[in-house]
């Protein structure tokens, strides 16, 4: 044992001279190529007095960016993390420019900007160096991955090593891509990981799975991680008894539906027995959190949701990295728009203010601090892991889910599985990794680009109010967008997407293809004959119009009734998949609605676009050209690939009687299918306490 540990050290001890040796030798490079870069006296000096001078100035960075960044990390973790990206250059420029102060007699000097380049460079170099190295040494490889691992465990006190017991679980949800379209890329070449998984014998299976008539990572996601998604009528909806507008994305909302999901089901969530969260919208009750969306809302939580961005970035080749690709990514994004409104491409929006940051923030920046934190979490041998990456669902919604641009977000995803792979192959425990989805995408141009006017001017036409000459945009329900300024630490006020101008006006709120009218001076759920002696015209201009599909409403005297073109009106009850207006939705759509329809909180008037089944496009009452919320098409059917060696989902979900299901149905379902492969590799998961908050010391176990 002392023979190997001294093998080790020595080892290690070459790679770091190794590493400095290069180092060195860049910095000797730059000082000769860059006219504001010195390493030697004004008088001159010899050649190895030279080297000298370089190999101190390499060996004092090196130095200072292992002790003394990690630290300006953690004091700047109070500053946004879009902030801290802009800002990795200045400080490692610094940290150069005091590197050169330390050279004796003055030899090293540099002007700030150029040494902002210098510093860039050789943190790039000296990573690509030190990775190069490791690779041909599996410990050496294995330790710089898990350097954030063992971070968090120092500062948790736990140890998580969990040597040869059970299997943990990755759970990697690609966020927006349906069954398809991950079809079309694995045959494709263009997930060539994902497509190796599929075809080697004893590999993964594929299925899909049919979402909720809302059909959004609110409602998939909550249902997955917390057992139910009950009462989650669309991404955002208005709640007469608060007057407040839900919003999936907003932490306040995410955090009330998260504790309305734990009183509900009475259990902490999926991931409660030593579990992880990455880039979610809600916890699943995990004691380790790294960009939770639900526990950015929470006094004194804030900045523990934020400590993934602390962990990727106190290394700072990853900084480094990462501020270089959000660079190129915006720039790319500026490039692809161009190029599509120059070739006149149709459907299309506008991609310009501040999107190609939002864009590069979530391709980039949340992609590496979330597969950081996965890589994290294996290395510390958690138990389960559960992370998001959204990178496909942002640029699909404004590129569309078929275009080149969303292809190559895929491609990019999959070298972020294939690194996921090789780390499991490097971890201390044995890891099987689950890929799903929580929705797919439907393409089709907006309702407001083909008709001129959006659902809310076509809701205030009916109701005899006055309407807008020229269209309002809409605003897009994009996940990203809010964790943007969440990011940014900027405010992000509930109901805000809705200014009401006098009490009577309807509130008109758009999901992807769903849209939700509600009247908040009508107490309860409005019915159809109060809208019809209030608005005579509202609901047959609505259900007659061709751009929607059909209309859910409360009749009096019929209970609730779908009300669809030529004055159709069919009972909730008598509702039949793939008859009357629900033709060309495909199965299930009947069940959908009728589920739905008994949610305290659904609206007055519930509307799904139309769907043109030869086609797969809806129209979306936000500005996507790729959109999800709705019944119709691609955005309903998600999917699920599973290690072979693991249950059958549909064995996961048969009843009691025995019975099978013939595919699986709805977000909860997915969440029984999870905890039944979680509970065969390590028992029953942790109860929540009394109170119906999950135990914190089941992350700890």
């Known amino acids: ?87 990795v250059f200045f400080l490692n420029g610094s940290l150069l420019l005091i590197a050169l102060w330390l050279i004796p007699d003055g030899r090293g000097a540099a002007a700030p900007e150029t040494a902002v380049a210098v510093a860039a460079v050789m943190s790039a170099v000296a990573s690509a160096t030190s990775t190069a190295l490791a690779v041909r040494d599996d410990n050496a490889y294995r330790r710089r991955l898990s350097r954030l691992a063992d971070r968090r465990r120092r500062r948790s006190g736990t140890d998580g090593d969990a040597g040869g017991g059970p299997p943990g679980t990755v759970f990697i949800q690609l966020d927006g891509v349906g069954h398809d379209a991950l ?70 909302s995410a955090l009330e539906l998260q504790r309305r999901a734990v009183a509900r089901t009475r259990d902490g969530g999926l991931l409660t027995l030593d579990g992880a969260s990455r880039g979610n919208l809600f916890s699943g009750g995990a004691a380790q959190l790294a960009l939770v969306l639900s526990m950015a809302a929470r006094l004194g939580k804030g900045r523990r949701s934020r400590a993934g961005y602390f962990a990727y970035f106190s290394d700072p080749a990853n900084a480094v990295r990462t501020a270089g690709s959000f660079a190129a990514e915006v720039c790319r994004e500026i490039a692809q728009s161009t190029r599509s409104r120059l070739r006149k491409e149709t459907p299309r929006i506008k991609r310009g203010g501040l999107y190609p940051f939002i864009r590069a923030f979530a391709t980039v920046v949340e992609r590496d601090v979330v597969v950081a934190a996965v890589i994290g979490d294996m290395f510390a041998g958690r138990t389960a892991v559960y992370a998001d990456l959204v990178a496909y669902d942002e640029v699909a919604h404004h590129s569309g889910p078929r275009s080149r641009d969303a292809e190559k977000v895929l491609a990019r995803l999959d070298r972020a599985l294939a690194l996921i792979a090789e780390v499991a192959r490097q971890a201390p425990r044995t890891y099987r990794i689950v890929l799903l989805s929580d929705h797919g995408q439907s393409p089709g141009h907006t309702f407001a680009g083909v008709y001129g006017l959006t659902l809310k001017d076509l809701v205030r036409a009916g109701s005899g109010l006055p309407v807008p000459r020229r269209a309002q945009r809409t605003r ?16 992000v006020a509930e109901g805000q997407e809705e200014q009401v101008a006098v009490p ?3 509130i008109v709120l758009a999901s992807g293809n769903l849209g939700l009218i509600s009247f908040p001076d009508i107490e309860g759920r409005a019915s159809q004959e109060q809208l019809e002696r209030r608005h005579p015209a509202l609901l047959s201009t609505l259900a007659n119009h061709p751009g929607i599909g059909f209309l859910l409403v409360r009749s009096e005297r019929h209970g609730s009734v779908v009300l669809a073109r030529d004055g159709v009106r069919v009972p909730v009850a008598e509702l039949a998949d793939g008859q009357g207006p629900l033709a060309v939705y495909g199965p299930g759509a009947a069940d959908a609605i009728r589920r739905t329809d008994t949610f305290p909180h659904v609206a007055d008037v519930m509307v799904n676009s139309m769907y043109d089944p030869a086609t797969g496009t809806v129209h979306a009452f936000e500005e996507q050209i790729g959109s999800h919320g709705g019944l ?65 010391r089941a992350g700890r176990a």
């Open 1 to 87: 044992m002392s023979d190997r540990r001294w093998r080790r050290t020595g080892a290690a001890l070459m790679r770091v001279i190794a590493v400095w040796a290069v180092s060195t030798l860049t910095m000797l490079a730059l000082a000769g190529i860059l006219p504001d870069f010195r390493l030697q006296s004004p008088d001159g000096d010899s050649t190895t007095k030279t080297a000298f001078t370089a190999a101190w100035g390499a060996g004092a960075f090196g130095l200072l960016s292992a002790l003394v960044w990690p630290v300006l990390v953690r004091a700047l973790l109070i500053v946004p993390a879009l902030v801290l990206g802009a800002l």
């Open 183 to 252: 079809v079309a890329a694995a045959a494709g070449g263009v997930m060539p990981t994902v497509a190796h998984w599929l075809a080697e014998p004893g590999g993964h299976r594929l299925m899909p799975w049919r979402t909720d008539w809302s059909s959004q990572t609110g409602a998939s996601q909550l249902g997955i991680l917390h057992g139910t998604n009950h009462d989650v009528p669309a991404f955002r909806w208005y709640e007469k008894e608060t007057g407040l507008v839900m919003v999936s994305s907003k932490p306040a």
């Open 476 to 491: 897009s329900a994009s996940e990203a967008r809010d964790a943007v300024r969440i990011a940014l630490r900027r405010p």
């Open 504 to 506: 009577f006006d309807p």
């Open 632 to 696: 119709g098409g691609d955005q309903s059917r998600p999917f699920l690939l599973w290690p072979r060696t693991m249950t059958d989902p549909l064995d996961a979900v048969t009843g009691e009687d025995g019975e099978r299901p013939a595919e699986l149905v709805g977000a909860e379902a997915v969440h029984r299918v999870l905890r039944r492969w979680l509970q065969e590799a390590s028992g029953p998961q942790v109860p929540v306490r009394p109170d119906g908050r999950p135990d914190e």
